[in-house]
């Protein structure tokens, strides 16, 4: 099917040969007039058929009362009527054997449960005809390869897909794309995701060979590991940009781990992107700005940029925006700016910004020569011009200039074309003109903010960044996912039980399975095993209560620390249990966990939540206040590599902690990563643990010790 | 002079009668043909004389071979001809009795050492004959109520004043505003700054009725403590915006104190612009859209935001942005969303944001009937348009709702007009059409993307929220700055001494003659006198050597700690004395301090440095790795409120510390900002003090106390 060659179920979307419009119409105002013209418009490759139970000519067409009127098949069936007749004409298509469906119609599940239960029929229906369905409740879809435009906004052809869950903001997006001579290779208006979802989308588009990058508009991913299974193969082959929206609080959600209370959506959100090499930016105008900055310039190699600057206002700006980019602007060689001096004036700078001071109004040549010599330089990853003011050289220098200008982009172009090197232009904001339009055209992308083209190289860059960090991390094995025996009876017992959280003990004999460092502890069911216990594991000693009705064992006067002989012992013995009765009358007390004193090291927490869309999330953050406090942590989504891992605990704020500050000592960062990489195991393998936090973990110069340890089930 | 009322020295400059370009020409692509040009077809209500040796006529107008020879006083020199020939002019222009002088001419300061002495000399000769100097090497000044353009940009007019330290940004600002239907009251490119300064700008500013918001550029200010107080005064009558770049790390400085070496340059600016009242933004759009904004609407007197949308993307997008900004979305009150149902469709929301889902394109006046509703709510304090698509409504659904899309949004226009609440629109990005122009002109700023218009709305509420705080402050007492003796005495001896820092007793002293609390403390010369002085402040004590050779005494083996008795004081006696001349054999030893043991309690630090433009700047923050590792700490200029103390307590990150976390025991913050504000006090009274830092500082439920202090003399 379809024009292009790639090979897909979405093809009935994408690559469709016949498609129909049901709700055709010949009367202005109407989406099915809308949508009828804008495919015929479009020039649309395949055959149209309108359908109106009136039947008759529609915008020149043919029309059929019915789908299954047509003669022949039909691939899509594109629909605009009124929910209540949506549902009809579904089956219709279903009857007809139609394997598209794109519904614009709004009034299902967004409007309440009238309509949700509307959404649920139709969702039931499509799937039992294994149908595929865009929508309801969207703009439509534009695929460029068959000249299909149908949705409601005018068709603006390029090499960049978008997937969008607000018709609204592909409207916005079409604008912007439009003013800066971009376009969309596909545009998919999701609506409610009632049949087709992202991961499917992202599958389509890791081949689209008319796709060169992703825009991704996200409000929520529903399939979030299959979301994150697809990214994973497209961004190896074609960067993706996200927008995020929906940043205010998680809502209400029981949890009973820090690490639950801290994991909030957009957090986890951050973290899988993070993980996965999507580029995320913070507005519309950014999506658009690196979606087409990508889709024509090569990823960054390295982080040292060049800034070229007329006079100090813009590159003191551009110097601004690359710092808080995380990029560099080294001093350019003596060689370089040697051959710099020799094409520029006595009073213009070389070092970094290079600054005309005035030599591009004497010669507007020096351009491309000072462009040329920087991308020359094996030391420069990456060129900034700022500052650019082609078309007002003319309208301040004389009219005669203006030939000049043009030959000058054009030159620039192509010396451009020579390098394999990112260049972006920052212009001043006189709008669309010639010269900017053959800079555009010529692989120099034009913005009319310094941050902007600032942001761009950056988001060039981490791609980058991104594409050499699963180059070096190839060779890494994944973290072994196995269920252990131990673990299994601990957990099923406790489920037995009908109890949701696991004892202490229990917990630690997991974690020790697992290859964990609990450090030794004894569960001691009488005074006299308490004594005893303590000698084993030596004084000083900690006794903890152990109930599985006490989860805060502090607030129920269950802990005593640092005892130092066997009186003390028995004593905290004695009262630990009488504290328990006093606290909980119904508290049914397993024994006292007696465990050496710890020596104390640095203290970090190690926690898991299972996010309802990306399942298991771990966090990592310093201990007490860093977490409590100042919410000092990281997350990463389960599976992590070890590169992963490493990357979470270094990207903390605290981190210079662990690596010795004040004369204090250094945290072993390699044993953190190892529990963080068991920890990963263990709840892979174990699905019935639902939260974990390890709290604290203490780490020393060498190694580290689990202090505490709490495990939800659930 | 002039047509404007403003009187001030300035209006040689803003207001002149009688202008003069030296180096006017007929050659085009010289400066002095464009200054010419620009002052004459900006229809300058003045006489225009050009200057050129040649004599003859230039552009149409009689000109004089010197300017000495123009027939008449002179109050303004534009100047546009070689550094080489600038001063000989200068000097006609001093014995023509010209007060004004505009300097574009670069090869000054900024190219190296030889343009600095021309510079130097330049400044002295303006300085001697009181004349008033913008420049040199700038693009001149704009004054639109006498119609004057002495500049290289074209004309745009409007109620916007400007100051820029950079030529170029001044084109991008002229730009952005001519694209929004704004304009210059007055702009000035200031150059070197070899003349007229920030401040003396201001002050015109303040009182200039043409000018509505004063938007600033700013690289570097020179005579920072005038700049704050003509700050001071403008903001009480209209909003200042600043772009401050150079956020790089501040130069190489020796610093010798904590707080020195955090006080990076553009932390002490932002803390000045926080204090001041002045808005900030990141780019030059933002600083532009902010201007407009401030320059048509009224602060917002609360953060209580309404949003009406159409479609949840925007809607999510603009939530998103109140968020970061700091802004409140109340739900409506049932009264307010019962009106909203009576204008609205059943799907459409009405708790906050509004969301027509379908109405306007159903009825356009939907609209303004929305808007006065919600405007009326006396619990909303603005309103925030977004996706807004005018234009787009014709361009969809026929060329017959032009004149609609026309009369809603001048209908709309007047709504807003009758209530005194900010309405800011953003509107999807189709660049100018004629409803856009409608509304931005009837006082509805309008803007393409919804974060820009979010943060346009935050700046008003930022200027709301300071012009409430100097109301409710304006009852409060400034700190008492007064010399005392015994202080006065110690810096002397320390002077005289030749000693560059304080020992801890005296700086102690210091402390105490200012009513700071610093524990009791004694300096023993002899093992007796400091066990006599442990018993007299009571056991435990702390044993410190006291040496002006020794500044980092824990490092010498310096210091003992909780010693019990008088046989421990002893053998500390002893240690640290040895310890202190192995350390260093030429130190001095002024004897041990000795002191109680202070209860820990939360350890902060308090400091001051003096900052080369501002002067003393005081830092807050937590102690030990909050201020070492993650540089938690706020910063004000001194002279501090006692408001000014309490927000720069509150602002820190681990603010929450002293509120009491984990059961722990709150801090007394009123008596960090006693201590605070006699720091402020201490300082001002005694210049010597170059650095100072109380750390730790020990914070208890109730009380603080200075637990080591040490001040640096400079």
Redesign the interface.
Known sequence: MGASGNQSELDVIFNPNVVAVIGASNQ??KWGY?LLEHIIQGGFKGAIYPINPKGGEIQGLKAYPNIKDVPGAVDLAVIGIPAPLVQQAVEDCAAKGVKGLIIVT??YG??GPEGRKLEEQLGKTVREHNMKLVGPNCVGIVSTAVNLNAS?LPFVKGNIGFI??????S??VR??LQ?RGWGFSRLVSMGNQTGIRFHEYLEYFKDDPETKVVLL?I?EVKDGRKFMEAVREVVKKKPIVVLK????KAGARAVMSHTGSLAGNFQVYQAAFKQLGIVTC????DLVDFGGTMAQLPPLKGKRIVILT?????A??A??AL??CGLEMPVLSAETQQKLRAVLMP?SQTGNPVDFA?AAEYDLWTYTKVTEIILQDKDVDGFLIT?A?FG?YSQ???PELKNLELDVTRELCKVVKKYDKPVIMHH????ENEPIKILREGGIPVYF???TAVRCMAALADYGAYLEKIKARAAEKPVEVSRKPKTSQIIDKAKADGRTSLLETEAKEILKEYGIPVGEFRLAKTKQEAVKFAKEVGYPVAAKIVSPQIVHKSDAGGVKLNLKDASEVKKAFDEITRNARAYNKEAQIEGILISPMEKKGIEVIIGMTRDRQFGPVIMFGLG??FV???K?VSFRIVPLTRGDAEEMVKEI??Y??LQG??GADSGDVEAIVDIILKVSSLVSANEAISELDLNPVFVFKKGASVVDARMILG
């Open positions: 202005r105002g809308m709004a009034g967004e409007t409601s969008t869950q607000s018709g609204n903001l409207e916005d604008l912007l003013q508009h409000e929206v929906g940043q205010t913070s507005d519309v105008a007329d006079g100090g206002g813009h003191a700006l110097s601004d710092e808080k009073q005035g500052g003011l007002l301040a220098f004389g001043l904001p006189v709008g903010k310094v941050e007490g206040i409590e406090v100042l000092d704020k605290g210079p902690i500050v004040r």
